[in-house]
Nanobody, 115 residues
Framework: VQLQASGGGLVQAGDSLRLSCAVSGGTFSSYSVGWFRQAPGKEREFVSAISRSGGSTDFADSVKGRFTISRDNAKNTMYLQMNSLKPEDTAVYCC?????????WGQGTQVTVSS
């Protein structure tokens, strides 16, 4: 299973970004998927997850109400819509896929939010 994240960039506080993560190999629709992030000097932090069908989602308290996660099983792609971005959202965002045997991680995409 391979993951390719994209969509990061440099934005101002209050702006929006949409991250994508294309997954190849395996059966995407059978995996729970989601996003973590890691800021410089900080531990990796859970951001959001979505169930196999997309019917259930979970968010870190720090992003609730601002971020939305979705998936398109026909395109083997997950998305993270980030609105009302804050400087504290600055981090490398990594997508992951959870299978019965192990988790797989993408290489990450940098999101930088200036104040």
């Amino acid at each position: 299973v391979q993951l390719q994240a994209s969509g990061g960039g440099l934005v101002q506080a209050g702006d929006s970004l949409r991250l994508s993560c294309a997954v190849s190999g395996g059966t995407f629709s059978s995996y729970s998927v989601g996003w973590f992030r890691q800021a410089p000097g900080k531990e990796r932090e859970f951001v959001s997850a979505i169930s196999r069908s997309g019917g259930s989602t979970d968010f870190a308290d720090s992003v609730k109400g601002r971020f939305t996660i979705s998936r398109d099983n026909a395109k083997n792609t997950m998305y993270l819509q980030m609105n009302s971005l804050k400087p504290e959202d600055t981090a490398v965002y990594c997508c992951y896929v959870g299978t019965n045997l192990r988790d797989y991680w993408g290489q990450g995409t940098q999101v930088t939010v200036s104040s």
